[in-house]
């Protein structure tokens, strides 16, 4: 009559995991379990596959090295090590040590692109804050994509040939976007000197050519995604404006139009913190409906496809042509700047900053 076979405990505890681990569709779920599962091979081997689970007679008391409890704790160690950084991808941005600005911006894109504070962290000290007084020229409009906070500031360009009426930029709107093309979409909205001044006392966040390229190139993590995200909502914007009467305001991330303020320069609605609508039981609650919703016996068809770009922007190539003649032109003025102040260049070249102004 055949018997079961005398096992640890320790191995039935890393089957459970091993199977649990292939329900799952969430990666963190996949690699705990994962990391579970090893844990018990690892246990299972010290304690010398003993049917009680006792570590009374430990191989390596005896001088036994057994090479896969060896391996098991070297995967046990992986994993255990990609769960944590998975975990800490999810660790929310602290507002006690975030600046008002800053918690302002996360605000922002946070409501347009539902982005998270890992990858806002990479945005964020790749761009700088610019104030500027009434009627100031924005300085590098031409490599330096900005995003208006708050303030107002009017533009025009030339297009076709022609210098175009005068539009203006509120809070929560880009500018120039022709900088987009940077980008894998090819949007166009191609323009010539362009020039921006403000119309009041006025808060921007900007980003040079070098960083927004950095961006793009960026796997881990991975900015594309979340640019190309706002790219759209920013189209959408435009437009709308074209069907919207003179004193009609756009609309912020829920839809809902911006108040009369907006008009006159106030920030956009998406730039205040957000007032957490649930309590942290249901937050709680929300995570474990997402954890069950991910447990399934068979993974959705197409988990693994994701939308994208597969030829190269063309006017991706000509943008960067076309700004580093003009970082060429900045790295001679601060050559010459620096011969002025004493000879010592302290400055980077390979990418001045947004206060350069190449047409000197």
Same mark, same amino acid.
């Given at each position: 009559m055949a018997k079961l076979a005398d096992n640890s405990p320790f191995l039935y505890f890393a089957v459970f995991f091993f199977a649990f681990s292939s329900l799952w569709s969430d990666l963190i779920c996949i690699r705990v379990s994962l990391t579970m599962g090893f844990l018990g091979l690892v246990l299972a081997g010290f304690s010398g596959?003993?049917?009680?689970?006792?570590?009374?007679?430990?191989? !390596?008391? +005896?001088?036994?090295?057994? /090479?896969?409890?060896?391996?098991?704790?070297? /995967?046990?160690?992986?994993?255990? @090590?990609?769960?944590?950084?998975?975990?800490?991808? %999810?660790?929310?941005?602290?507002s006690d040590r975030t600046g008002e600005e800053e918690l302002a911006l996360f605000s922002y894109f946070q409501s347009r692109c539902n982005m998270t504070p890992l990858h806002f962290h990479e945005l964020y000290k790749r761009g700088n804050i610019i104030e500027l007084d009434a009627n100031e020229k924005v300085p590098n409009c031409h490599r330096t994509l900005y995003l208006l906070i708050e303030g107002r500031v009017k533009c025009n360009c030339i297009i076709n040939g022609n210098r175009c009426e005068d539009f203006v930029k509120r809070s929560g +709107?880009?500018?120039?976007?022709?900088?987009?093309?940077?980008?894998?979409?090819?949007?166009?909205?191609?323009? %010539?000197?362009?020039?921006?001044?403000?119309?009041?006392?006025?808060? !921007?966040?900007?980003?040079?050519? @070098?960083? !927004?390229? +950095?961006?793009?190139? !960026?796997?881990?993590?991975?900015?594309?995604?979340?640019? +190309?995200?706002?790219?759209?909502?920013?189209?959408?914007?435009?437009?709308?404006?074209h069907h919207l009467k003179k004193n009609d305001t756009?609309?912020?991330?829920?839809?809902?139009? %911006?108040? %009369?303020?907006?008009?006159?320069?106030?920030?956009?609605?998406?730039?205040?913190?957000?007032?957490?609508?649930?309590?942290?039981?249901?937050?709680?609650?929300?995570?474990?409906?997402?954890?069950?919703?991910?447990?399934? /016996?068979?993974?959705?068809r197409g988990i693994r496809h994701r939308p994208g770009i597969i030829e190269v922007n063309p006017k991706q190539v000509a943008l960067e042509m076309k700004c580093k003649g003009a970082r060429s032109k900045s790295n001679r003025f601060l050559r010459l700047l620096s011969s002025k102040v004493g000879g010592k260049d302290e400055l980077d070249l390979s990418c001045p900053g947004l206060w350069i102004d190449s047409s000197v």
């Open positions: 596959h003993d049917s009680k689970g006792s570590f009374a007679n430990m191989p !390596l008391s +005896e001088g036994i090295i057994d /090479l896969t409890t060896i391996l098991n704790l070297i /995967l046990f160690i992986l994993n255990a @090590c990609i769960s944590y950084r998975l975990i800490m991808d %999810e660790v929310p941005i602290n +709107e880009f500018f120039d976007i022709r900088i987009y093309n940077i980008f894998t979409l090819p949007i166009g909205f191609d323009n %010539e000197d362009f020039q921006a001044t403000t119309m009041m006392k006025t808060k !921007l966040f900007g980003w040079d050519i @070098c960083s !927004l390229v +950095e961006m793009r190139d !960026l796997k881990s993590p991975s900015l594309l995604k979340f640019w +190309e995200f706002t790219i759209i909502r920013s189209l959408s914007a435009v437009a709308i404006r756009l609309y912020d991330s829920m839809l809902i139009p %911006e108040d %009369e303020s907006w008009l006159w320069g106030a920030r956009s609605r998406d730039f205040a913190p957000r007032v957490p609508s649930k309590s942290i039981w249901q937050k709680i609650k929300g995570q474990f409906v997402i954890f069950a919703n991910s447990m399934q /016996l068979l993974p959705p």
